[in-house]
């Protein structure tokens, strides 16, 4: 917890306060504090129904070094009052209470976070799961969640108008709300990530980084409170916070207002002939700015600014109030696998206003579709994700779009699958219904867990000897998991393609669909196939807990050019 040593009163007038709490760090501090010196604002507006808070970090030049795995603003509210919880149009709902999480009260399940309650002090919610990975979402639609008092009819809601200094990018997913009542801000967090997205301070590296200003919003009706009056209220006062971004009256001289910032704009293409024979709107693409980096770096990025957008239907997008700094644009399109970036670095300097017109993105590809499964989104959401053990149900999610987060749905693999693992015959079988979300281990009477070995099954007429197919997975999460693949012999000792130890998102356990992106483009040799049947094994042979396993977007293979 950071406590300030020094107060001091930024700006008092009639129309705003702004105080600081700052804690500075002097190697006295070494081994006891983290080496940061941290100013904490808070902001109250005249005729503003709440307050806005927002921090400074600084890591001096020649500090020690360390590592920051997760900062965030947690605000636990008074459990008498605050009982309905909300976060989206269609994830609100009654919560049950702290203590129904205690011993007595619930069952503890595989991790800490999850129980199931037994005797909770709400009988309506007994023998239901609750976790608060349950209430994850992605940053692009983490922008408000809160909670709500019926008596008297109060909402207290964390408003996020920009993600800007949040890592990871769009769909890194955060935390929101949950048990306690608790609500909370995710400045940075490794939450299906794992340590990729840890920012590592090392050699006396300076870095100074600005998180929010978030606003914390009050409300209140009159007469029977309807929770989804103050909730609605709450979306559209949410929506005011996003057309005043940035704001203009924080007062530190490292927060940037809006004439200090800079646009960037133009127009995504994708190139891929296989598909079209003119080039294509990148309708709905993902397009940002993060540090200059590597090809789909962005990601993994977690140390500065990051500005997104989702282009228009024409393609073209515009990605305002950016802050000054060097970045490369980064790029990736639903219905196309792979990354896209601008190679030459852009300089945002105050009021600039860069177009860089006509921009053409040409996804991964060597020959025609010999066939697919899934979507490519980076979501394993299209495939089969089966109905909860009704033991361990969170009534919410029943019959929801996001029946994904519901508790331990890797146990169904082995219950769904009892006699062998799953063969997925194309041309027959439908990823939708026969393609399971996650390839979890399986799980033994003796409560040990075993490898899975997926089948693919597939007709080739004739194998081309001069050409070259190619198979591409891209894999949606990956946690303490390897991908080997075998073609036409799944008991060759040694694969014919291995990703080696990969991944720790940890988003099986966490309900979380997908995590970091992964893709593998794997050359096949012609050797490998034969006329008629085929059949691609894919295993996971990693198998020490429940939680080991990929969650796949989308598969391809690609077969020879007839060019």
Known sequence: MIKGTEFREILVDEGQVEVSFTRRWDPSLNNRLVPLNIDKRFIVLSGSSGFYTYAIYEHIEGWPDFNMSETRVAFKLRKDKF??????????????????????RCQQLAYPEAVRLTNPINPV?????????QYSCDNKDNKVHGWISLDPPIGFWQITPRDEFRTGGPMKQNLTSHVGPTTLAIFLSAHYSGDDLVPKF????????????????LNSTSGAADP????EDANLQMQTEVGNWPYAFPLSEHYQKADKRGLVSGRLLVRDRYIDDHDLYATSAFVGLAAPGAVGSWQRECKGYQFWTRAEANGFFFINNVRTGDYNLYAWVPGFIGDYMYETTLTITSGCNIDLGDLIYQPPRDGPTLWEIGYPDRSAAEFYVPDPNPNFANRLYLNHSDRFRQYGLWERYAELYPDGDLVYTIGISDYRRDWFFAQATRKNEQNSFSPTTW???FQLNDVKQNGRYILRVAIASATLSEMQVRFNDSKSTRAHFSTGLIGRDNSIARHGIHGLYWLYNIPVRNKWLVEGENTVFLTQPRCSSPFQGIMYDYIRLEGPSET
Do not use: T
């Not at 009982?83 to 007595?104: K, T, V, W």
């Not at 090392?202 to 919003?217: A, H, L, Q, S, T």
């Open 455 to 457: 089948q693919i099954k």
């Open 228 to 231: 989804y009056i103050l909730w």
């Open 125 to 133: 919610l007994r023998g239901e799961v609750d976790d608060k990975y």
């Open 202 to 217: 090392r050699n006396g590296e300076y870095w100074i980084k600005v998180f929010g200003p978030v606003f914390m919003y």
């Open 83 to 104: 009982h309905y919880m909300a976060m989206a149009e269609n994830r609100l709902r009654i919560m049950p209470m702290p203590e129904d999480r205690m011993a007595g």
